[in-house]
């Protein structure tokens, strides 16, 4: 039989993986085919890790820590972890709600273990790609609630309120977000909490980016005592090591014994030397995050001035990270148009905004994350690229070419 | 409210984690009382992992290699797996046909892509308990086909058509067998695929411990033209590094690249320099390999031998790996209470053999894997605890014990 004629099951079937990655597989061919690619799709920091993470992977590895650890994870990582929460204000957290596992696998675990097909989940956009999928993926039934630019994205009351009336099983929200930067306020998190209680809403919390949080006091919804949340979080994009596929979740025991059956049984457990590298991460971390987050600052206003002065793109300054979510309206081209043309006429790699949720065809994000040159390079080019296009109108594709996901147009 | 009274989802619900993971856990709590334990409950290899394997890692690592890499896999690695089943006879595999994804998880994405919820599937036993854990996760319907001792636990006919009868959608087989030790034949192998492809029914075939297969031909399902066919296989046996956990899927490129899609939506990517680390392996495995074989070949006989002189348990001699599967039947205590006393009395940790599907309560699993003396004197105390339980009568668990899960003492 012809392969394509294979049935697979609802979930094979529901499958759409991460659109960043299949960006970088088109930029890595067209890197084999010998040419420059200026990667401003993944946010891979520039930034060296800190030096003691390395080294300590590396005496673990050299010292034959290369066995199963329990599945949970590493007690001393999560001892670790107990110990920087409760020196950031968080006492009664113990290594007992911590359980470690890949941050995007989380994403799925959390949305696994508490909705069944069919359920209510809501999310916000723009939002990470990830939630998108693996809400499809298990089969629920998505809700989006859209930010407004207008309000530099923020959470607000009425945000929330319409999100509990879609009388969701859970909510996912993300602070500091990916992709528009915006870090939530205190109290609008605590309003969240309080609407999610009284309906009995799963939450989970997403706080990858809290530690590059540089424009704004950030708030951990850590802090709040409810049982029906999960905070996660990921050593990945703070210490530039995304390689090493580390997150971790902080919940109520109980709710992390049911989290640690779902790692024993999805995947063992992670390896040994990866999570002693992180130990060393939190102990050296402070300073290493001040530099970084100056320099993201630094560097997200730049190119975020680029992008508003050149009279076609626009996009807020985000209040953490290393994204731009940029609004390409003007340039009259689809995001899916206009990053397969720039990826090909100018070699600069760039997301597509509707990967962030429906209704953003005329978005597309940037990373700034990479080297610099590269990054000020790339940015250069989207600019001169986003000029031309609004001179030279609208771009037929060849047969050939893979665009069938252009459907926007506007 | 009590984290109790939360309600997870029918998956959260039916998540039972994995068996060996909890003993692990039970043993090191009583390590940390000071007390030593012998472990033969994990298949942690007592051979240090070729020297080239680690280098290679370090390398990587003190290169920087941290970032991302393609969600299907370092291309690397899947070149060199390509060339590595290209050279081993089959010349029709390329890189496409791979898929790098922990062996324990690809199990899981295997079902979760191909059945739905309610769907059969044959499992035979004794079986590895992630199958069974993530047939019950995914709220398969479970049928178990029970293989003999008698018959050294090897795949019949018989046993191939009492599986095709149940009319399943996926079939999952394990030669080289864990905990059996048993290697199929290919001809019985060609019979089940024979089968499968009249009924149009799914086959995972796991090849984890294919290459520590020492008494036997060894002959891989990677052999076969049939596109419902997934062969999986992982470096943490063969090389001793469990804890880099790396795996592969081997398919027809359409199921590959669908497979593919799974892991950009559950974790995005696996590490660089663990991958870069197995492609070493790949170049070095040959001679490792030999030694290796040779001695879990002389060490699971040694302790066979302990065992079947004992008088009062009994088990095969194993094909490949280093995994004995005991009948205790004799000491007339369940395989929970046996291990419970044993890790209690004897400090040492078995595996109950009901974690290996049903009717198996009078079974535990011993893995022969750690450093030779642990395991030698593990096994005289085995032997030495069994011999004393004859003659104890059975037990009478305190209150306070965790005994819950004994339910059929004979």
Known sequence: MKPEALEFSKRGQRLIGQEMFKVLERAKKIERLGQHVYHLELGNSCFPPPVEVIQTTIDALANGHVGYVPSAGHPN????????????????????????????????????????????????TPGFPTYFAAAKYIGLNVKTIALESENGYHLTKLAID???????????????????????????????????EQHGI????????????????????????????I???????????????????LAHPFVASKL??????????????????????????????????????NMTEQCAEMINQSQILTCSVPESAFYLFIDIQKTKLS??????????????????????????????????SGEKEEVLEGIKRLVSFALQSKDSGPWLPSASSQLSKVGHAV
């Open 77 to 124: 990582l999560r001892a670790a972890l107990a110990e920087h929460y409760t020196e950031h204000g968080r006492p009664w957290v113990t290594e007992n709600c911590f359980v470690i596992s890949p941050a995007n696998l989380l994403i799925n675990q959390f949305l696994d273990m508490t909705c069944n097909d069919g359920d209510t989940v809501v999310l916000f």
């Open 162 to 196: 319409q999100a509990v009336t879609q009388k969701p099983k859970a909510i996912l929200i993300n602070s500091a977000n990916n992709p528009t930067g915006a870090v939530y306020t205190q109290s609008s998190l605590e309003y969240l909490i309080q609407q999610c």
């Open 202 to 229: 799963w939450v989970l919390s997403d706080e990858t980016y809290a530690e590059l949080c540089y424009r704004w006091p950030y708030w951990s919804l850590s802090a709040v005592d409810y049982s029906r949340l």
């Open 231 to 249: 905070v996660m979080s990921s050593f990945s994009k703070s210490y530039a090591i995304p390689g090493y596929r580390v997150g971790y979740a």
């Open 260 to 297: 640690n059956l779902s790692c024993s049984t999805l995947f063992s457990c992670l390896p040994s030397f990866t999570q002693e590298g992180c130990v060393a991460a939190l102990q050296v971390g402070e300073t290493y995050l001040e530099e970084v987050g100056d320099y993201f600052s």
């Open 335 to 368: 995001d899916h148009e206009f990053c397969q043309r720039l990826l090909q006429e100018q070699q600069t790699a760039l997301t597509p905004g509707s990967s962030f949720g429906p209704g953003l065809e005329s978005y597309v994000r940037a990373s700034v």
